[in-house]
């Protein structure tokens, strides 16, 4: 679909600077864009291909001060240009979507109840008593178990798991090879043998959360492991039964989160982190990638390492530590000299 | 099912305290009991919720010391409150179990063998040659490949992949999205190209392993990539091909157990841990979360960090490295005194 | 398939020492050989299992030392005896390979095109438009969405899921219930909420590329994210949008590759170690288990730890820590050495 890049910078809330004219035809990175594309620019490290970009024009910040940098290139200045460019994407992409019915190849059991205009695709398996909300699209061989609740304008991607009783919100996402419900890691050891805690509870997870590929969700023990309003997950993500994590937090790849750990609002959790079970990880809180965090994190702070501490200190031990090897160099000199004074001394 | 709770005491094993007549609806956490639910206290640091806890009853360990926290809550007093009480919810939790039959949207070819109440749910596959034990469900979704085998009382779970020849016990349980039995890794360097080492061997899994969501199993170059009996795997755990884990252990989520690593009985591996290969974690050892094991670790040992070393040493470094900005202070203001020292020696 | 030793030997590549003509039936490991089979010796700790192993024959190296410890047992000489077996080890291996067909519980959309030779396995689905090479064999319960290319002789195995518009170069195998071409995790921040950044870019996976076991690999926000010739990934692996990995590189186990970093040929991340985004590590680089790598690794270097550093500066920081507390105790003495020194000079 091509627009005027005056329409779009006004469907994404920006300033033209220069030719609005323009008709662009879609978007693309700003070394990948050739003519008729619409780019960006928010990374001061690529300033320089404002330069040679072959884009038709590109989003920038409002802060930005090399706009001179662009030449004749046109601009549209926003606020904030990777959510205005965000949106452009939106305008440019495909919106395929499946039609709406259950295929002939899906088995949607007879005690489920669907929305308006849902759409099961084929070899997806929905069970009794599942209740899908209007306009949710279950996609090819994805699996939705007795009892559970999937909300309206949901997208259950491919192959992925939803058990039951989970709940889900509207605008949830699960993308494809996730497991939603499955049961919490809980034995109880006596003597050699280790006895199963049956996992009773369920998942919980609230409006416009996005949940990546092949994460896993463990069902509460008893009670609920509930995942907050808006928040993002990652790819491969393991979350234990019953943790609890807050409104609009990010969850980024191969995190791991133990049993009963509560993780606050607006936190993020970089990549390959791990939080230990039965602690808290407070409002705001950011934790470095491959952290290790083993005890509870106050609200705003920044950690980092293993065992996780304040980031600063963090930084701090890491240059002592490299500085080491010439500590201990250091100190065998001090020693040497002290000897050479102490047998003068004796002298 | 609603009991009362002398029923419940009898058949998990355990001392009443406090009136048994008590009826009991169903179990939860102590924090969200309601009326009517058994729950219960192994944690002390939750002893504080026995006041305030609206559960009808209260399973406790016999060691705990502060009973008359309870006030007038009737208890269970068990030997081992957790596996009492993990007793108590499979009293009460909901039996759901898939009919027996294979569904006629499943594929079960003609050569594979099915043992009686066999359950096979829509989409579900089953080749060639692979033979399932009796009363064992296949749900939705999953894959039996060709010559695999799965014991009796087994539950393989939506979109789980069990791949032949592997050779499943009974009463194993294979939780949504895991893949049994592909390929292993190995591939031999020849000049710049990776030639592929055909993995031929299989995956065996013993009795009463339950093995979690999106764990990969890889079968053996040539013989046997083996767990033992009772050993219980977490989610998104990788182990490669020709690993042997003993009886009675347990690998916690997003562990990665390198080719033909042994892996002892009742050996614990917590969290992210890496174990290289070729190595042997010997006999109730147990490996710190996010630890990387680079060589054998005895039996019975606790090892912690990268690289791992005995927990104890690992902690004394870890509180080294803390107090290592001082030591540096430390010595720089002995090197300035000793200079001053030397200046005056020369005088 | 049974074949005389001197037909194998001329098969893979060796020189037969020894009596060429036994029969042989099958491989194994040296360890678990039987008679008839052949089996190979590369690593020189197994030498000692030469004098007792069952085989019929084994496969060493030219440069092997011990060849008289294999007695009267027939060798094979090869310049590369792992790569060598490697080969014996595809002449012995079951070839089997589905049928060619459509199974009547596939879903294959009309607009869809098949090559010759094809084989579309019970319960999978090949959407609109996706195009499929020759020969190549898309198991049960996989899923190739709608635009997506896959290339000839490939195989996609169970439960995968290749989303369209990804594109598959041939000879290129997908492992069970991996997923290419899903969603980037792309937000941008707007106050509290995260706006979802629509990924429109796509997956390349070159030719003769194989995928373990529950991978991820995301599609470029915009552009591509690709994976070069011949670069093997194994299972449960994180690859982010935009990514680049050369030709000829191994991802090992849980490795998590962030956004747009750049990965070149010929390079080694071994188990666990995470990328920062936007870095390039180069050609021949090799990065150890767990690393953390934030900053760029110059072609051909070594690197290990967190932060990943030179490994053999890594190895020293790691001897120097582990003579921390020693160094302590030694600072601690000559402070109290200093201290009367300092007293006696007042006297």
Redesign the interface.
Known sequence: MNRTLDEVAKLIGGRVVGDGSVVLTG???I??AQPGHLTFLSNP?YTRYLRTTRASAVVVDGSCQDLGAAGATPLVVAD?A??A???A??L???G?RPAPGV?P?A?VDPGAALGRDVSI?????V?DGARIGDRTVV???A?V??GAVVGSDCVI?????V?GPSVLGDRVVV?????IG??G??????G???????Q?GNVVVEDDV?I???V?I?RA???TTRVGR?T?I???V?I?H?VVIG??S?V???V?I?GSAEIGK?VVLA??A?I?G?LRVGDGAMVG??S?VTKSVPAGEQVS???ARRHAVSK???A??????A??R??RD??R??SR??K??KC
């Open positions: 978007v693309s990175g070394r990948e490290k904030n990777y959510a460019f965000a949106r994407m939106g440019f992409a495909d395929h295929h190849f088995h695709g084929p070899c997806a398996v069970l996609h090819p061989g699996y178990g007795a991607h491919p192959n992925a798991t058990k993308h494809a090879g996730s497991v499955s049961d890691f809980g034995f109880a050891r006596e050699d043998a280790q006895v199963k805690v049956p009773i996005e990546g590929a092949n896993c463990a023990t008893v009670g808006g993002k990652d790819n491969l393991q234990a019953n409104e609009g990010i980024v790849a191969q791991g133990c607006h990549g390959q791990g230990a039965h990638a491959q290790g390492g293993y065992p701090r031990l890491h002592a530590l490299q500085a080491l090897p500590l201990v250091t100190v001090v020693e000299r002290l004074l102490e003068e001394g």
